[in-house]
């Protein structure tokens, strides 16, 4: 008899119905209603022609999807916030979501304590765009008419967000590990213009992770904020398979003045939730408003009052609240090994890629991103290999990513590679799952495939 596959797990349904169940117990003493609703064969219509269209997506649950820097929510977090969804509160006020602020306050302390600081000041955001945009708009205030500097492989949202926000900003280079590069930092502290220098705590296109221990000895000579743009690589914190380097470096990350992290990231949370840091918790004085008509029920203060977000999703402080529960932030924890299993994919991942003579390797993985490109000729024939290796891969159920990387990052030396160009287009790979560990060899006997596919077409032009 045959047996039906399963690939999305559906027995939490079960779970969720008990869940409901429990919930509704709290609100026994109202009376029954009848509520607006529509008729049920519809929506199992529409529901299902909804399914279909979602079809038309890469599996991004999958071990085979190792590509961009997605990561299926935890099925803790899934439950949980489809379980708040169904009284949909609102955290920007005490009003709007009792519980889900008090959930919200718990689980931002506990990011906190994990990143090393006991007093803060902090909420979540809808993402590390917008908890990036509170740090650098609090960095202007406090330093008006002064310099955002951040790596050119920062991510572009703070170029982004400085243009929104009217902040002058500057790039620096990076060296050959994708590091923001100490010298030319320098070169622009010298002209006294910088207010903040944000420090990426893994870079979202290789995971390099910024010199925080030079950069806190120049803060002492030339006076600047320093926020760490933690989006990515935050809790990485919590794993014990770091390298030394890695280690001093979130040893010293409560030294900076603000950091972001994003629980939809490495979190386990799905979209969006992100979460913004302050270590001084004076800074709330520059959130202080006026609302002349909502919320006079509570004397204390709500998280709309520290927040440039109005209206925010209670169901997503429900599901982290949930999800660190389950597994607490401690390192040789549950959730600790989880991360080490993705360190340990893309250093497996990475050493066979190394010891093989058909590739050349980005920077050592800091964190968890693999980065490669196929040898060939020139840099642009290199970049077409790559393209053709990524379509090759697709046709086989292996989903990598591309990216455009200068070449400095790679060991072209003694390689008689022709230079045309200053970038090249690579592969790219986030093993960011934990079953990627387990997964390591089907993923390689694709791309060994796709490969010496891609080869062979392009010999017989």
């Given at each position: 008899m045959n047996r039906k596959k399963i690939i999305l797990k559906k027995d939490d349904i079960d779970i969720l119905k008990e869940s409901l169940s429990e919930l509704e117990k709290g609100f026994k003493s109202l009376p029954s209603f009848?509520?607006?609703?529509?008729?049920?064969?519809?929506?199992?219509?529409?529901?299902?022609?909804?399914?279909?269209?979602?079809?038309?997506n890469f599996p991004y649950f999958h071990p085979l999807y190792a590509g961009q820097m997605l990561?299926?929510?935890?099925?803790?977090?899934?439950?949980?916030?489809?379980?708040?969804?169904?009284?949909?509160?609102?955290?920007?006020?005490?009003?709007?979501?009792?519980?889900?602020?008090?959930?919200?306050?718990?689980?931002?302390a506990g990011i906190a304590k994990m990143l090393g600081w006991k007093k803060h000041l902090g909420h979540l955001t809808s993402g590390g765009t917008m908890a990036n945009l509170e740090a650098l708009w609090i960095a202007g205030q406090i330093n008006p008419g002064k310099k955002i500097i951040a790596s050119s492989q920062s991510h572009y949202t703070h170029s982004r967000i400085s243009n929104v926000l009217k902040l002058d900003y500057e790039s620096v280079d990076c060296d050959e590990s994708g590091r923001m590069?100490?010298?030319?930092?320098?070169?622009?502290?010298?002209?006294?213009?910088?207010?903040?220098?944000?420090v990426t705590i893994g870079t979202t296109a290789i995971g390099a992770v910024d010199p925080l221990e030079d950069i806190l000895q120049l803060q002492k000579k030339y006076k600047f904020r320093i926020h760490a743009d933690a989006a990515y690589g935050g809790y990485f914190t919590l794993a014990t398979n770091l390298n030394p380097y890695i280690k001093r470096i979130y040893?010293?990350?409560?030294?900076?003045?603000?950091?972001?992290?994003?629980?939809?990231?490495?979190?386990?949370?799905?979209?969006?939730?992100?979460?913004?840091?302050?270590?001084?918790?004076?800074?709330?004085?520059?959130?202080?408003?006026?609302?002349?008509?909502?919320?006079?029920?509570?004397?204390?203060?709500?998280?709309g009052e520290i927040s440039l977000e109005c209206s925010r999703p209670?169901?997503?402080?429900?599901?982290?609240?949930?999800?660190?529960?389950?597994?607490?932030?401690?390192?040789?924890?549950?959730?600790?090994?989880?991360?080490?299993?993705?360190?340990?994919?893309?250093?497996?991942?990475?050493?066979?890629?190394?010891?093989?003579?058909?590739?050349?390797?980005?920077?050592?993985?800091?964190?968890?991103?693999?980065?490669?490109v196929p040898l060939a000729s020139t840099i642009t024939e290199i970049s077409l290999l790559s393209k053709r290796i990524f379509n090759e891969c697709a046709k086989r159920n292996l989903y990598l990513?591309?990216?455009?990387?200068?070449?400095?990052?790679?060991?072209?030396?003694?390689?008689?590679?022709?230079?045309?160009?200053?970038?090249?287009?690579?592969?790219?790979?986030?093993?960011?799952?934990?079953?990627?560990?387990?997964?390591?060899?089907?993923?390689?006997?694709?791309?060994?495939e796709a490969t010496k596919s891609s080869i062979r077409k392009v010999e017989r032009k």
């Amino acid at each position: 008899m045959n047996r039906k596959k399963i690939i999305l797990k559906k027995d939490d349904i079960d779970i969720l119905k008990e869940s409901l169940s429990e919930l509704e117990k709290g609100f026994k003493s109202l009376p029954s209603f009848k509520s607006v609703s529509g008729n049920k064969k519809r929506i199992q219509a529409v529901l299902k022609e909804a399914a279909q269209r979602l079809q038309n997506n890469f599996p991004y649950f999958h071990p085979l999807y190792a590509g961009q820097m997605l990561k299926p929510p935890h099925e803790i977090a899934r439950l949980s916030y489809i379980l708040a969804m169904w009284i949909n509160p609102n955290n920007h006020a005490l009003d709007g979501g009792r519980a889900s602020s008090e959930m919200e306050k718990e689980s931002v302390a506990g990011i906190a304590k994990m990143l090393g600081w006991k007093k803060h000041l902090g909420h979540l955001t809808s993402g590390g765009t917008m908890a990036n945009l509170e740090a650098l708009w609090i960095a202007g205030q406090i330093n008006p008419g002064k310099k955002i500097i951040a790596s050119s492989q920062s991510h572009y949202t703070h170029s982004r967000i400085s243009n929104v926000l009217k902040l002058d900003y500057e790039s620096v280079d990076c060296d050959e590990s994708g590091r923001m590069n100490i010298g030319d930092l320098e070169v622009k502290l010298k002209k006294r213009n910088v207010g903040t220098v944000v420090v990426t705590i893994g870079t979202t296109a290789i995971g390099a992770v910024d010199p925080l221990e030079d950069i806190l000895q120049l803060q002492k000579k030339y006076k600047f904020r320093i926020h760490a743009d933690a989006a990515y690589g935050g809790y990485f914190t919590l794993a014990t398979n770091l390298n030394p380097y890695i280690k001093r470096i979130y040893k010293l990350l409560p030294e900076v003045d603000s950091i972001v992290v994003d629980p939809h990231k490495h979190g386990l949370q799905p979209y969006g939730c992100g979460c913004i840091l302050f270590r001084d918790p004076a800074v709330g004085k520059f959130y202080k408003h006026d609302s002349p008509y909502t919320y006079f029920s509570s004397d204390e203060l709500h998280l709309g009052e520290i927040s440039l977000e109005c209206s925010r999703p209670g169901a997503a402080a429900v599901a982290l609240w949930s999800t660190m529960k389950l597994f607490p932030l401690i390192k040789g924890g549950e959730y600790s090994l989880m991360l080490n299993a993705s360190r340990k994919a893309a250093f497996s991942f990475y050493n066979k890629l190394k010891n093989d003579k058909r590739f050349l390797t980005g920077p050592k993985p800091e964190l968890d991103i693999v980065t490669w490109v196929p040898l060939a000729s020139t840099i642009t024939e290199i970049s077409l290999l790559s393209k053709r290796i990524f379509n090759e891969c697709a046709k086989r159920n292996l989903y990598l990513a591309l990216a455009e990387l200068p070449i400095k990052f790679f060991n072209l030396k003694d390689k008689n590679i022709g230079l045309d160009k200053k970038t090249v287009t690579c592969l790219r790979s986030v093993l960011m799952k934990p079953e990627h560990n387990a997964w390591i060899n089907p993923i390689w006997k694709i791309l060994d495939e796709a490969t010496k596919s891609s080869i062979r077409k392009v010999e017989r032009k």
